[in-house]
């Protein structure tokens, strides 16, 4: 039976041997079959430019290989040795400020220097040739949360590289910054410079088009490594660990294709029970972007903390039992195991205090004790690997977009594409809704209905293919501030929602934006089953109908009696306009109410609010997992065989609290 991949984080360069023999011993206590190793060791294993040192790596991973555990081995380019500054400082990446930072940190490098790269194909060419073979080796992890920028000369050069290959000439390039504003009408390739400090506010369509060239230079940088790794040892796996992050300048979707399995690192920031939320959208998230890898549909979730969630003030400790429900909500949703970031908490080092299934206190503790029961755990459920879900709903997630978003000269400072995407989620999670957050507006015959929650930026393709399936029985929710600019941030003019406002029926003529204490009153509309007055915070519009109907509208103010929720057939399908943000509740049973239209009702049924339920298919066989977040017991609807207890369920299965089961389902 295949077992889930579990451990995480291994950094014995950090200790003598000693420990490594205990750390070995203890993984066999702990069940672990996964440890990623090397990641920041880069000046241990090449101490000196062409001089490796490996020896201390072969010990750990013979080690590893002799108690049944597998090498997710690392190429270390994240955290480049000191010398590489030394003899060449332009490896050292310039800020946006023009300022050249120097080492003393993890990812302290231009990912356009020349001896960056070529010394990263180096370590990597070694370690595959070195490690061919070796019975521990199961994956390679390239690099480690690829996302630094720089705005070094290099860099300049490759930008406009990168602008030829995209435009051609001048004029396009003009044309598509829309140059014409402020003056700034570029007459040679030399005037073009990726965004520095300037005095007053960038040009939008720049900023937008560096984020994107340094999204494909860095996987550029992947894709050398991969390329040299696939080579050295075909068949083995190569991957790389995606961050999350509305500073990381990556379009993942783009970069699912070139890595054999999506694996993403996440760290929930709500200490409360907006964690498990904060985890689940994560994973449907990582699940629509495996849906465009070669290794597609399963992910992994590679890192997250065992014991601790890290706010904005402070670390929060876990209470028992939350980091074995988080892993099994990871699995659950198609992860191929639970990893952490780390196996033990270092002495020292900036990062001294980051949470480990090792922890300061040693093995004798609550979270070493939690670990060992996780791996038990997970041993359970080895049937389940390969399982995958089934989702009706697709909510777009669109990282340009997000980028575009988080420009200066906008109508809010309030507007966040990830956050309207992840309460989106949320709405739908709360009601037992399933989803899939995808990246791509691609496949999506695959769903019944599809929520594009402030896409802000869309190409006239994109438009023309969810038009498509709307026309063929889809059924579409769109927000407000959607759809609004081109793929070069330039506004579509005639009103909002540019390319969506033929299918959606509407013409926007006018935006509102909402204080943080604003609230707009919401009505029924005339003749319509919309249900009870609800209230819209964030944004309001002023909404013309040009085809479609109300179902909600404005009370009140400004906007009085103007529609608000608006609903127009197209086709066999619909498609829906909402150009508030309903409060509380009401985005949820707004959602549930155009899902159950669409044919998309809970599955299972009988959700428990609370109670965290999702199912697995694989070759007509199915699995239930039921998370019960809540400090009450609960008593939910399953029949089958408990894969953590062995006990056969027949009807009505009652979860403690914070308990948990998997159902092998009759």
């Known amino acids: 039976m295949p077992r889930l991949l579990y451990g995480g984080d291994y950094n014995p360069e950090q200790w003598p041997a000693e420990v490594h023999a205990e750390d070995a011993e203890l993984m066999r206590r702990a069940r672990v079959t996964t440890a990623t190793v090397g990641v920041f060791a880069w000046s241990r294993l090449e101490p000196a430019p062409g001089r490796y040192a ?7 991973l013979d080690r590893l290989a002799a108690h049944g555990v597998g090498a997710v081995l690392a190429t270390p380019t994240a955290s480049p040795p000191p010398w590489l500054g030394v ?19 993890r990812d302290t490098y231009c990912a356009s220097a020349p001896a960056y790269r070529d010394a990263a194909r180096r370590i990597a060419a070694a370690l595959g040739e070195h490690y061919r073979g070796h019975p521990a080796l199961t994956m390679w992890h390239v690099h480690n949360e690829y996302g630094t920028t720089c705005h070094c000369d290099l860099t300049a050069e490759a930008f406009r590289s990168w602008l030829r290959h995209r435009y051609g000439g001048l004029d396009e390039l003009n044309d598509a910054w829309t140059t014409a504003f402020w003056g700034q009408h570029y007459t040679h390739w030399a005037q073009t410079r990726p965004p520095r400090r300037t005095q007053y506010l960038p040009n939008p369509a720049q900023v937008l088009d560096f984020r994107r060239f340094t999204s494909d230079e860095l996987l550029a940088a992947y894709t050398e490594q991969r390329d040299v790794l ?12 995606f961050v999350l992050g509305g500073w990381v300048p990556v379009d993942h979707a783009r970069w699912a294709r070139e890595v054999d399995l999506v694996a993403i690192d996440h760290y929930p920031s709500d200490p409360g029970a907006g964690a498990q939320e904060q985890a689940a959208f994560a994973a449907d998230l990582a699940r629509g972007w495996a849906r465009h890898s070669p290794g597609g549909p399963g992910w992994l979730l590679m890192e997250t903390a065992p014991n601790l969630i890290y706010a904005a003030d402070r670390m929060h400790t876990k209470e028992p039992g939350r980091m074995a429900r988080h892993s099994l909500a990871a699995v659950a949703r198609g992860s191929r195991g639970a990893l952490f970031f780390q196996w033990r908490a270092p002495r020292g080092g900036a990062e001294l205090f980051h949470s480990a299934l090792v922890p300061h206190a040693g093995p004798d503790s609550r979270v070493f004790r939690e670990a060992v029961a996780l791996g038990e755990t997970l041993d359970r459920l080895g049937e389940t690997a390969g399982g995958t879900v089934r989702a009706a709903i697709a909510i777009g997630y669109d990282e340009p977009s997000a980028w575009a978003l988080q420009g200066a000269g906008l109508p809010s400072n309030r507007l966040d594409h990830a956050e309207e995407a992840e309460l989106v989620h949320r ?33 006239d393709a994109q438009a023309a293919g969810v038009r498509s399936w709307v026309e063929a029985g889809g059924t579409l929710v769109v927000t407000f501030l959607s759809g609004v600019a081109d793929e070069c941030a330039r506004v579509r003019t005639g009103g909002y929602p540019g390319a969506l406002r033929e299918l959606l029926g509407v013409r926007v003529e006018e935006f509102h934006p909402l204080g943080p204490d604003d609230r707009v009153k919401l009505s029924p509309g005339p003749g319509t089953d919309a249900g009870a007055a609800m209230a819209g915070e964030l944004w309001s519009e002023t909404v013309h109908l040009a085809g479609a109907e109300a179902l909600l509208s404005y009370r009140g103010g400004v906007l009085d009696g103007l529609p608000a929720v608006t609903r127009h057939a197209v086709g066999a399908g619909v498609a829906y306009y909402v150009s508030t943000r309903p409060a509380d509740e009401g985005y949820g049973d707004l959602l549930a109410a155009v899902a159950a239209s669409a044919g998309v009702t809970p599955d299972p049924a009988g959700a428990v609010p609370g109670v965290e339920a999702v199912r697995q298919h694989q070759d007509g066989r199915t699995w239930l997992f039921l998370l019960n977040h809540t400090g009450e017991g609960h008593e939910v609807p399953a029949a089958g065989t408990d894969l953590l207890t062995g006990a056969t369920v027949t009807g009505v299965l009652r979860l403690p609290p914070g308990g948990a089961a998997v159902i092998r389902e009759s």
Not at 54 to 60: A, K, M, N, S
Not at 94 to 105: E, F, N, T
Not at 230 to 241: F, H
């Open 54 to 60: 490996f020896g201390w790596l072969d010990e750990v």
């Open 87 to 105: 003899a060449h400082p332009e490896v050292l990446p310039v800020g946006p400020d023009g300022v050249r930072l120097s080492h003393g940190s």
């Open 230 to 241: 696939r080579a050295a040892t075909p068949g083995v796996p190569v991957t790389t660990n």
């Open 427 to 459: 709405a739908l999670w709360r009601r037992g809704l399933g989803t899939d957050v995808i990246g791509a507006l691609e496949g999506l015959a695959a769903y019944r209905m599809l929520v594009l929650p402030m896409h802000y930026l869309m190409t």
